[in-house]
């Protein structure tokens, strides 16, 4: 399969001498879903970021679609959907108003841009908050409206900072079957994720960071042999044995 991302050695660090990550290594595959996991301030989002070129690496390289940083240029930004936990909406626009401004920065006509909207609204129901500004809007409403923003220009690598936080049981099954679904027309994911339920359901690989490092790189469908031989039987009680025994057999 084509690899569509990927990190060499990758190495980053915010103050000389103080490195949040070191010797990063993995690769996404087409249409596949990858999660990242690890403890609060692993160095995930900071993944994301250098994932989508908003951070360049200190040591190593980050190839996409097998070209590296040198050869970065706008079609190569436009395939990518970026969704960053803090949730960046234009706060004093309608959703229809925000989804049809980024629609435009993205070079996409008036009549592509409000077919989209009308598909992407009703994936979580958000024809429900027509004319509400989003500054009004409830946390796992703003985390819909920022989920389909990603998806107004259809990207081939989607980059998602915890999709899950915020949403109600209704919208979280609606993102499992949009993420299978994304996965079935080619579309590659690298999703970072504390609610380990949904990933181990719809990820294909599981990421796991602890202390800068890359400590797990296992396909989901692989996990079961590796919880037998830590004695443990879910995913939350095997990163908890991981990060506290600095160990992996694999």
């Known amino acids: 399969m084509n690899s569509i991302l990927r990190f060499e050695k990758v190495s980053f660090a915010y103050r000389k001498n103080d490195p949040v990550l070191e010797d990063i290594s993995f690769a996404l595959t087409e249409g596949t879903a990858t999660a990242l996991t690890g403890i609060n301030g692993a160095g995930k989002s900071t993944i994301t970021w250098l994932a989508s070129r908003i951070l360049g690496p200190r040591k190593g390289q980050i190839e996409w679609w097998g070209r590296p940083a040198a050869a970065w240029d706008e079609n190569m930004k436009r395939r990518i959907g970026l969704l960053a936990a803090s949730d960046p909406l234009f706060e004093f626009l309608t959703i229809d108003d925000h989804l049809h401004y980024v629609g435009k920065l993205y070079g996409l006509d008036t009549g592509t841009i409000l077919n989209r909207i009308a598909n992407l609204k009703s994936i979580f129901g958000l024809d429900e908050f027509d004319g509400r500004?989003?500054?009004?809007?409830?946390?796992?409403?703003?985390?819909?409206?920022?989920?389909?923003?990603?998806?107004?220009?259809?990207?081939?690598l989607l980059i998602w900072d915890e999709p899950f936080n915020g949403l109600d049981p209704i919208a979280t099954v609606?993102?499992?079957?949009?993420?299978?679904?994304?996965k079935t027309e080619g579309t590659t994911l690298l999703i970072t994720s504390q609610v380990l339920e949904p990933i181990e359901q719809v990820c294909d690989k599981i990421l796991l960071l602890d202390r800068k490092r890359l400590v797990l790189d296992e396909p989901i469908s692989g996990l079961e042999g590796i919880k037998e031989r830590y004695g443990v039987s879910n995913l939350e009680s095997l990163i908890y044995k991981i990060g506290t025994d600095k160990t992996l057999s694999a």
């Open 133 to 156: 500004l989003i500054n009004t809007l409830s946390t796992g409403n703003r985390r819909k409206t920022g989920i389909v923003t990603t998806l107004i220009h259809r990207p081939s």
């Open 174 to 182: 609606r993102l499992k079957e949009l993420i299978k679904r994304l």
